[in-house]
């Protein structure tokens, strides 16, 4: 796949006085996910001027800790894209447990009326794509994962819950995802995972990077239970393999 | 150490912030108004980045159980030891069983006190800003204790200092163009320079804004955001989010807060005006 050794055309503004925002064409697609990575790396091992990275999708958003000279900034982050080469990302894929029973899943039945697919035909495509991960926010550890059967796109509900479950799985528009906490939202509801993707006690409390590969694989009520008191005992840990395009 | 005897409306625990998580969903937190933060612990010959309590609206009453030295800043809010009165802006000597309270506030909403050496709170991902649920919980509960060094030296006693915030009660706030202020057409523009209030949804994650600008489509694919960005929503609502808010988001950024406009804007209430001075 030659997809990371494209070239694009970025745009490069400051966003206030501390912080800059590289935009890349507004497309969700993999080669500019790979190649807003590739740039991060480089801007952390060569920008003198240290600061934070929020990529997400089409966008790699940097912010310094004071006012700097956005100007001077933008313009070595232009020579440092213009002269950036370009290897193959080295990524990681993810494998979720998600049990999809009835109980764990409030908006299965409404999903399976509205499209006319069964649930365990929703459980087949959603357990058999390979996702990718185009963003990390909303919640601490939340990821945005792209690459949803098309005939399970499904909008936001119209009425937010004001409690979503941990770990609860959900489907809003074309994106998946896990609540790492309980939280409110909108998304439909078909499984949840007992695996814990976001622990601030441990030093790298998230593990899943941006750009990484997701897939999840069904599992019982029995098993979310058994896997429920690994998780809380500190000794469960996520399945997950290097990945190759 | 310090016992909460009543925590008062929101009570936290706030440094300068929590850096380095932001690409893990992990909100920066810190002082809303690091103005005032910063200005208590320099008093105190403390580093900027000690932990303090923000204090929000109705103080808490704090009991001391070991001498130390204190200093409010930010809000006014009729702060008292042992029922007296005491100035902002100063530091004050506390002797063991002194209790801190306060009153009404009367100018402002958000006061920080300060602690010589800075609070000893957890430090969870290198900070010990309180955020829900990277911190077991957000703000101080009655019955908590909190632990500091016990300090009887003294400080250089500043009798009298002068400090000039009146930026932070003024309703000017000054703002940069967000990255999608140009999507905006010449009669939104205008409209954003002419004055708002702040609606009741107003917290340490955002300030909603009660006047609305027109219905709109202008949707973005999701992107960063920070502290001071001013979102605009399809029905044409104005969300300024602030130090616990989100790291990403999908509504356009049309305007970006300076530090000095979050520390001012983290001052009003309900119902305040805010007007937006482009820098």
Same mark, same amino acid.
């Given at each position: 796949?030659?997809?990371?050794?494209?070239?694009?055309?970025?745009?490069?503004?400051?966003?206030?006085?501390?912080?800059?925002?590289?935009?890349?064409?507004?497309?969700?697609?993999?080669?500019?996910?790979?190649?807003?990575?590739?740039?991060?790396?480089?801007?952390?091992?060569?920008?003198?001027?240290?600061?934070?990275?929020?990529?997400?999708?089409?966008?790699?958003?940097?912010?310094?800790?004071?006012?700097?000279?956005?100007?001077?900034?933008?313009?070595?982050?232009?020579?440092?894209?213009?002269?950036?080469?370009?290897?193959?990302?080295?990524?990681?894929?993810?494998?979720?447990?998600?049990?999809?029973?009835?109980?764990?899943?409030?908006?299965?039945?409404?999903?399976?009326?509205?499209?006319?697919?069964?649930?365990?035909?929703?459980?087949?495509?959603?357990?058999?794509?390979?996702?990718?991960?185009?963003?990390?926010?909303?919640?601490?550890?939340?990821?945005?994962?792209?690459?949803?059967?098309?005939?399970?796109?499904?909008?936001?509900?119209?009425?937010?819950?004001?409690?979503?479950?941990?770990?609860?799985?959900?489907?809003?528009?074309?994106?998946?995802?896990?609540?790492?906490?309980?939280?409110?939202?909108?998304?439909?509801?078909?499984?949840?995972?007992?695996?814990?993707?976001?622990?601030?006690?441990?030093?790298?409390?998230?593990?899943?990077?941006?750009?990484?590969?997701?897939?999840?694989?069904?599992?019982?009520?029995?098993?979310?239970?058994?896997?429920?008191?690994?998780?809380?005992?500190?000794?469960?840990?996520?399945?997950?393999?290097?990945?190759?395009? | 150490?310090?016992?909460?005897?009543?925590?008062?409306?929101?009570?936290?625990?706030?440094?300068?912030?929590?850096?380095?998580?932001?690409?893990?969903?992990?909100?920066?937190?810190?002082?809303?108004?690091?103005?005032?933060?910063?200005?208590?612990?320099?008093?105190?010959?403390?580093?900027?980045?000690?932990?303090?309590?923000?204090?929000?609206?109705?103080?808490?009453?704090?009991?001391?159980?070991?001498?130390?030295?204190?200093?409010?800043?930010?809000?006014?809010?009729?702060?008292?030891?042992?029922?007296?009165?005491?100035?902002?802006?100063?530091?004050?000597?506390?002797?063991?069983?002194?209790?801190?309270?306060?009153?009404?506030?009367?100018?402002?909403?958000?006061?920080?006190?300060?602690?010589?050496?800075?609070?000893?709170?957890?430090?969870?991902?290198?900070?010990?800003?309180?955020?829900?649920?990277?911190?077991?919980?957000?703000?101080?509960?009655?019955?908590?204790?909190?632990?500091?060094?016990?300090?009887?030296?003294?400080?250089?006693?500043?009798?009298?200092?002068?400090?000039?915030?009146?930026?932070?009660?003024?309703?000017?706030?000054?703002?940069?163009?967000?990255?999608?202020?140009?999507?905006?057409?010449?009669?939104?523009?205008?409209?954003?320079?002419?004055?708002?209030?702040?609606?009741?949804?107003?917290?340490?994650?955002?300030?909603?804004?009660?006047?609305? *600008?027109?219905?709109?489509?202008?949707?973005?694919? /999701?992107? &960063?955001?920070? @502290?001071?960005?001013? !979102? %605009?929503?399809?029905? $044409?609502? *104005?969300?300024?989010?602030?130090?616990?808010?989100? /790291?990403? &988001?999908?509504? @356009?950024?049309?305007? !970006? %807060?300076?530090?000095? $406009?979050?520390?001012?804007?983290?001052?009003?209430?309900?119902?305040?005006?805010?007007?937006?001075?482009?820098?």
């Amino acid at each position: 796949m030659a997809s990371a050794v494209e070239k694009y055309h970025i745009s490069i503004i400051p966003f206030g006085p501390g912080a800059i925002l590289v935009t890349w064409p507004p497309r969700i697609e993999e080669g500019i996910l790979e190649d807003i990575i590739l740039f991060g790396r480089v801007i952390a091992d060569r920008l003198e001027k240290a600061c934070e990275q929020v990529p997400a999708y089409h966008s790699l958003l940097l912010v310094f800790d004071e006012a700097v000279n956005t100007a001077e900034i933008s313009d070595r982050l232009s020579g440092l894209y213009g002269s950036m080469d370009r290897k193959p990302l080295e990524r990681r894929l993810w494998r979720i447990p998600v049990c999809y029973h009835p109980g764990f899943a409030p908006d299965m039945a409404l999903l399976s009326e509205r499209k006319g697919i069964s649930p365990e035909e929703i459980v087949k495509r959603h357990t058999r794509a390979t996702y990718t991960v185009y963003g990390i926010g909303f919640l601490p550890g939340f990821m945005y994962l792209g690459g949803l059967d098309e005939s399970l796109v499904t909008p936001r509900r119209n009425e937010p819950r004001q409690k979503v479950s941990r770990g609860a799985v959900g489907i809003g528009g074309r994106q998946t995802g896990i609540y790492p906490q309980q939280s409110p939202g909108g998304w439909n509801i078909i499984g949840n995972s007992p695996v814990q993707l976001f622990d601030p006690l441990k030093k790298k409390p998230c593990p899943v990077g941006i750009a990484d590969k997701v897939r999840f694989y069904e599992i019982s009520r029995e098993e979310h239970e058994l896997l429920e008191i690994e998780v809380s005992a500190g000794v469960h840990k996520l399945k997950n393999e290097k990945w190759y395009d | 150490m310090i016992k909460v005897l009543a925590p008062g409306l929101f009570t936290t625990v706030q440094d300068t912030g929590r850096f380095g998580y932001r690409n893990k969903g992990v909100p920066v937190s810190g002082a809303m108004d690091s103005f005032s933060a910063v200005l208590a612990n320099r008093l105190l010959n403390n580093d900027d980045g000690a932990a303090l309590l923000e204090i929000t609206m109705t103080g808490p009453e704090l009991e001391f159980t070991a001498p130390t030295h204190i200093v409010i800043t930010g809000a006014r809010i009729r702060p008292a030891i042992n029922q007296t009165l005491i100035p902002n802006n100063r530091v004050i000597r506390i002797h063991p069983s002194d209790v801190l309270s306060f009153g009404k506030p009367e100018r402002g909403i958000r006061a920080y006190m300060a602690i010589k050496g800075g609070f000893g709170t957890p430090v969870v991902l290198k900070s010990r800003s309180l955020y829900f649920p990277v911190t077991a919980y957000d703000h101080l509960k009655k019955g908590q204790e909190l632990g500091h060094e016990a300090f009887e030296g003294t400080v250089d006693e500043l009798i009298e200092i002068k400090v000039n915030n009146d930026f932070l009660f003024g309703s000017s706030i000054p703002v940069y163009p967000g990255p999608e202020y140009d999507m905006l057409n010449a009669e939104e523009k205008e409209m954003l320079g002419r004055g708002f209030s702040v609606s009741t949804l107003n917290n340490r994650m955002a300030y909603q804004l009660e006047e609305q *600008l027109p219905p709109n489509d202008y949707g973005i694919i /999701t992107s &960063g955001t920070l @502290p001071g960005t001013v !979102q %605009l929503t399809p029905s $044409g609502r *104005l969300i300024v989010l602030m130090k616990d808010c989100q /790291t990403t &988001g999908g509504y @356009p950024r049309i305007l !970006q %807060l300076s530090e000095q $406009g979050i520390c001012a804007l983290a001052q009003k209430k309900y119902g305040d005006r805010i007007v937006f001075t482009m820098c």
